[in-house]
Structures are given as structure tokens and as C-alpha cells.
């Protein structure tokens, strides 16, 4: 659904108020929902002859607006928290067009995730897409095949403008990440045989192929880094299967010879979901000690997972690596959008702040952290209490183990629909192409 202009200007990263009722085109594209960062670091020139002399319009007016560089880069708490703490934002979104990733640039984000559900939403609610699709299906190209090729796309030019700061980094950042088939979650060798492809056909250094962290998939990561293959390891639950996650990256990285300086690693340690479900078993149980602790659990899982990351990157064992190029497998705070409105919209953002580690925002926790966020080491600021928490909730009957595998299981459902999904939807739109030729 296409948002006011004025609604868009006046988010944090933008700043200011600009005029109400006007219509929302750019370049002769509709603003769609959570759009607002496409205005950072740009000015606006309304192309109509005689405007009023308030800049207001009426919504039967139609309004066109040209972008122009602004000549000043506005400095957010994106860039105060990398270059403070170490912590690198990413945007967790994708799609067409690709350019509007550039003032996200600008204003401080240096990465970006997609996964299936967001090319669900970005390649079913635009038409965006369309023209491709044909193009492609008149070229006999089946719907699977095509919509890999529409990914693809997004995936090359998104990386191809960040790869400036992927150079600048030296490879710490500006990667752009790109999922296996969810259909291949539980599927070892077809997700090393698809990673590979992946990789060959975006054929980009800052791409990363994402890989569930499955039991089936722990054995897929490591053949796929010891093929010298960058990866983001996806839909990592519990403590348990990140410590796994981080043995199969060391021991891909074991099986290289020669340097390692251009493989890079994240595992993506998911949030906001953990408290989804453990609030809902503490509700259940009602006690006064249970309801406490709700909106807690995620975070101090968190915490622990940075303090397991500390331990696993250090040593003699990581030390033999690190002499050969080998960079530390980040750790990412995924899933930081607020599930619960009565939480603070920055929990998942604010108290998990740390050094060499990424977070990665869809629009509303960024446009939350970049309006008050605030920018100070706190991911392991209180770890007795994050201990007391994760065994308190585990002394009520809560099985950290329980949580981990339902969370997977619903993860990797979640993706697989999104995914099916998606092929139907472009599937009944090849089938109409088909009847009209």
C-alpha cells in the first residue's frame, strides 16, 4: 500500500516536515510501505508547472518528483554505532528498484539480508517484476527457473553497490546475502550442490549464501566454506546449535589450503521469535516469577551466544586460522523486529550491542533505532543477570532444547510457504501469459 510523501519525509533518517496530501510518485514509481529510507541524503523537486505557493496539493492532483542529490550526507546512529562500538547495521530487505538501497548506504547501513519471505512480498506485491517474468517465461524458462533469475538480479546489483564499501572494509562488510531453496532445509548434499551454483551464478565476492542451520544442514556448512564459499548460516535457535554452527565454520576453514582472508562467515542468531514463544509458555504457566520474565529470554540468550562466540574465537585453535587470514565468524542479531507492541521498539537492537558483531533491521526497528536508539556497548554489560534469567526459564519448565527445535521447525515452515507460495503466484501469472499469447 503506497504511503503519503509527507508521511515518508518525516521519518528520523530524513528529518523535517515537507508538505501534506501529496501525491506519491518518484521517477514515476509509487512509494510502497517502508520506504522511507530511499529519502535519506536526497532533496525533492516537484515537476509541475505553477505550484502553489504553500506546496500543498489535493490528492486528485498528481504530483512527480525528481530525485536529486543532496549535497550534504546526513550522519545517523548508523554510522556512530559502527564507528563506536564496532557493530555493524545491515538492512533486512530487498527489492526493486535496487537503487533505493543507495541513501541507506549513505545513511550508514553496510549490509544486506533477504530471505524468501521478502522476496514473497517484494516480487508478489509489485509489478515491479513483471516485465522480466514474461520475458523470461516467452523464453521458455520454467517459473522456478524464473524466479531464480529475478532473485539473481536483485541480488547482483545490490551487491554491486556495495561492493565500494565492501572494498573499503577490506571485506568486513558490504555483503548481501542470498538463501538456498528453503525446500532444501533437511537436504545436505542438494544444499552444498545449490550453494555452489548460487555462488558461481551471482558470481559477486560480496555475496553470502545463506544456509540453514539445520542438523542436516551443520555438515552443508562446512563443505561449502571448505569450498571457499562465504555463508550466512540462517535460523539459529538455541546456544546448542550455535556452538555447532561455529564448529562446522572452523572446521571448513580447516580443510582450505592456503590463505583464508577472502572467506567470510555470519551466524545469524535469531531474537525477537525466542520471545514470541517463551512468553506465550510463561503466560501459560501465570505465576507471578513466570509473567517477569517475559520479554527476556531472547535477549539473555543473546548474551550468552556473544560470550560463547568470545570463547569458540580464541585460543590456539582459532590462532592457527587467524595467522592464515581467517576473519571470526560474526555473530548477527536477526529477527529484531518487535513482535509484542507493548515492548520498546528498539529491544532487540539496543541491548545487544557489541563489538565485531552485525545487527540486521527491517524498516521499523531501523527507522526506531535511528529516531532514539542509543549507541553504547551492552551485549554483555550484565551477563549474571543473563545467566539468571536463561536458567530461570529453564527451572519453570521451559527446555532451552524445546525452544530451539520448535522455533527451527517453524522457521523453516515459514520459509518454505513463503517460497511455495511465491511459485503458485507466478505460476498463475505464466498461465495467463500463455492464454493472452
Known amino acids: 500500500m503506497a504511503t503519503s510523501l509527507q508521511t515518508l519525509w518525516q521519518s528520523p533518517?530524513?528529518?523535517?516536515?515537507?508538505?501534506?496530501?501529496?501525491?506519491?510518485?518518484?521517477?514515476?514509481?509509487a512509494f510502497t510501505s517502508g520506504e522511507f529510507a530511499r529519502l535519506q541524503g536526497l532533496s525533492f523537486m516537484a515537476i509541475k508547472s505553477a505550484p502553489p505557493s504553500n506546496f500543498?496539493?489535493?490528492?486528485?492532483?498528481?504530483?512527480?518528483?525528481?530525485?536529486?542529490?543532496?549535497?550534504?550526507?546526513?550522519?545517523?546512529?548508523?554510522h556512530d554505532l559502527y564507528e563506536q562500538q564496532k557493530q555493524s547495521p545491515w538492512y533486512d530487505n530487498l527489492r526493486r528498484p535496487v537503487t533505493i538501497l543507495e541513501p541507506l548506504i549513505k545513511s550508514g547501513v553496510r549490509g544486506v539480508t533477504s530471505n524468501p519471505t521478502i522476496f514473497e512480498k517484494a516480487i508478489a506485491g509489485s509489478n515491479a517484476y513483471d516485465d522480466q517474468f514474461r520475458q523470461l517465461i516467452r523464453e521458455g524458462k520454467s517459473v522456478e527457473d524464473a524466479y531464480w533469475a529475478l532473485v539473481v538480479q536483485d541480488i547482483q546489483e545490490a551487491c554491486d553497490l556495495f561492493q565500494p564499501l565492501y572494498n573499503e572494509s577490506n571485506g568486513g562488510d558490504g555483503y548481501i546475502s542470498l538463501e538456498v531453496s528453503p525446500l532444501l532445509a533437511n537436504e545436505t548434499q542438494q544444499t552444498i550442490e545449490s550453494a555452489k551454483y548460487l555462488h558461481n551464478v551471482v558470481n559477486r565476492p560480496n555475496v553470502l549464501i545463506k544456509i540453514p542451520a539445520t542438523l542436516e544442514c551443520i555438515e552443508s556448512i562446512k563443505q561449502v566454506i571448505a569450498s571457499s564459499i562465504s555463508v550466512n548460516v540462517t535460523l539459529i535457535f538455541s546456544l546448542a546449535r550455535y556452538e555447532a554452527v561455529i564448529d562446522a565454520y572452523l572446521d571448513g576453514l580447516e580443510a582450505v589450503q592456503g590463505d583464508l582472508s577472502k572467506i567470510s562467515s555470519v551466524a545469524s542468531f535469531f531474537v525477537s521469535r525466542v520471545d514470541t514463544y517463551v512468553d506465550k509458555r510463561l503466560d501459560a504457566i501465570g505465576t507471578e516469577e513466570a509473567l517477569q520474565l517475559r520479554g527476556k529470554a531472547a535477549n539473555a540468550q543473546a548474551a550468552l551466544a556473544f560470550k560463547l562466540y568470545q570463547e569458540k574465537f580464541s585460543g590456539p585453535r582459532w590462532e592457527a586460522l587467524e595467522k592464515r587470514g581467517a576473519k571470526k565468524q560474526r555473530a548477527l542479531w536477526a529477527s529484531t523486529s518487535v513482535k509484542n507492541p507493548a515492548y520498546p521498539d528498539t529491544l532487540?537492537?539496543?541491548?545487544?550491542?557489541?563489538?565485531?558483531?552485525?545487527t540486521t533491521m527491517p524498516d521499523a526497528a531501523l527507522n526506531a533505532f535511528v529516531d532514539h536508539g542509543k549507541v553504547a556497548r551492552t551485549i554483555d554489560a550484565n551477563l549474571e543477570e543473563a545467566e539468571r534469567v536463561y536458567n530461570k526459564i529453564e527451572e519453570l519448565g521451559i527446555l532451552w532444547s524445546d525452544v530451539g527445535s520448535v522455533l527451527e521447525l517453524e522457521g523453516v515452515a515459514s520459509f518454505k510457504k513463503s517460497f511455495t507460495d511465491l511459485v503458485k503466484s507466478l505460476s498463475g501469472k505464466a498461465e495467463t501469459l500463455a492464454q493472452s499469447n
Open 13 to 29: 533518517i530524513v528529518g523535517g516536515s515537507f508538505a501534506s496530501h501529496v501525491d506519491d510518485h518518484s521517477n514515476g514509481a
Open 56 to 78: 500543498v496539493a489535493s490528492r486528485s492532483v498528481k504530483w512527480r518528483c525528481a530525485v536529486v542529490p543532496s549535497k550534504t550526507e546526513k550522519r545517523t546512529l548508523l
Open 348 to 358: 532487540y537492537v539496543n541491548p545487544l550491542i557489541g563489538p565485531d558483531t552485525v
